[in-house]
């Protein structure tokens, strides 16, 4: 396997690894144990087939093609429209929903460094002001700050893992939640989802790759393995040390459970890990999803790159997430849910139908296995996914 296999791999588990994670424990603790991890298994395979589903449509269509010139080749205008509208609706959710997490481990952190209590509105403005400038400066520097902060976080997830395994014990992975069964799945359908949403980055592995099928598929099955055992041993080492009761008792709150897995270890150097494992699980991820905003934004609207140009597109990337961050200061597990909405759009619904058209057309090259089985029962996993979130929002 060549380095440039060994990254894309590295590229398809980093995209998907990230704030998500955090959210996992707080979003599944009602279902307990067992099911979150049987659920994760079947989202893991949905994520899993829509992504050689996508990869099928880009390699039929073109390599060199971006999402948005695909759909448009196959769905024309409207469904360019709809694809715009998902993408652009997805990152303005996920944008709010890490403003709304990082300032909340942000004033945490104020209070257990300065024991000054720092207001929550503030601490949303002081986070969007200190890490949104980096949308500005370019992909270049999110590049070089991403990966050097990516992999420590990658390693602090394993000294986590690591050091909250032996604490993991039977009273804990055996605790239920007094909630309904409906509203325990409900609650942690759309959260999962999203969390295994690396699809945006395969236009740019099909180009990188060389449109080579088989050496894509296995980035693909690789890359998004590789987050489904992160998300299976960090269920296992936080319902397992402090409970699905405890866990569900914080009510979605970020800075409680990252509090209750410090207590749990007994080296001050593992319980500041976990802090900075979770501020750069959010950093990272923001980092990401704000560069993609700030750039789909300014082609949209077809800024200039003067200092003007640039104030004006960062305006319109932050300020609806940061009144939404603003005015729903609890709402992280819930805005990660909500975002499920246009992913099952862009990453479900709009390939099926892209698919259809392109198996009707041409009967050539790469296809996933499955035929019109599959495509239904995806289709029906979208239509769950949704109903999931609308559930939940009513």
């Not at 996508?54 to 971006?66: A, F, H, W, Y």
């Not at 196959?74 to 890490?98: D, E």
């Not at 759309?190 to 980035?219: E, M, Q």
């Not at 789909?296 to 961050?325: D, H, N, Q, Y």
């Amino acid at each position: 396997m060549n380095l440039k296999i060994l990254g894309s791999i590295a590229i398809v588990a980093g995209t998907a690894i990230g704030a998500g994670m955090l959210a996992l424990p707080l979003a599944t603790a009602a279902l307990g144990l067992i099911p979150a991890l049987g659920l994760l298994l079947v989202v893991w395979a949905v994520s899993a087939y829509t992504s050689l589903l996508m990869l099928e449509i880009n390699l039929r269509s073109g390599v060199g093609d971006n999402v948005h010139v695909i759909t448009g080749k196959i769905l024309g205008k409207k469904g360019q429209f709809v694809q715009g509208a998902s993408f652009l609706s997805l990152l303005f959710a996920l944008t709010a929903a890490y403003l709304t997490g990082g300032s909340s481990l942000l004033v945490l952190k104020v209070e257990n460094l300065f024991q000054v209590s720092l207001d929550n509105q503030w601490a949303v403005v002081i986070f969007t002001l200190a890490l949104g400038g980096f949308a500005a400066l370019g992909v270049s520097w999110v590049d070089k700050v991403s990966r050097i902060l990516f992999s420590l976080m990658v390693a602090l997830l394993v000294l986590v893992v690591l050091s909250l395994f032996p604490e993991v014990n039977q009273v804990s992975l055996a605790q239920e939640v007094s909630l309904s069964l409906t509203d325990s799945w409900m609650i942690a359908i759309p959260v999962i989802f999203t969390s295994f949403g690396f699809h945006v980055c395969i236009a740019t592995l099909v180009r990188y790759l060389d449109g080579d099928a088989g050496n894509l598929r296995r980035v693909l099955l690789i890359g998004s393995t590789i987050p489904l055992i992160c998300y299976i041993l960090w269920l296992l080492v936080t319902l397992g040390t402090v409970g699905a009761n405890n866990i569900y008792g914080f009510s979605g709150s970020l800075p409680q459970l990252v509090t209750a897995l410090q207590q749990m270890v007994a080296s001050p150097i593992v319980s500041k890990g976990i802090s900075f494992f979770a501020d750069l699980a959010l950093i990272t991820s923001f980092l990401g999803v704000t560069l993609s905003l700030y750039d789909f934004i300014a082609e949209l609207t077809r800024s200039s790159a003067s200092v003007k140009g640039r104030v004006g597109t960062w305006l319109m990337t932050f300020v609806p997430p940061l009144l939404c961050a603003l005015y729903v200061p609890e709402g992280f597990v819930a805005v990660l849910g909500f975002a499920a909405i246009p992913l099952v759009f862009m990453i479900i619904f709009l390939p099926i139908l892209m698919a259809l058209r392109q198996r009707a057309l041409m009967q050539t090259g790469y296809q996933v296995a499955g035929g019109q089985w599959a495509l239904g029962l995806a289709g029906i996993a979208g239509i769950a996914i949704v109903a999931a979130q609308l559930w939940v929002a009513l």
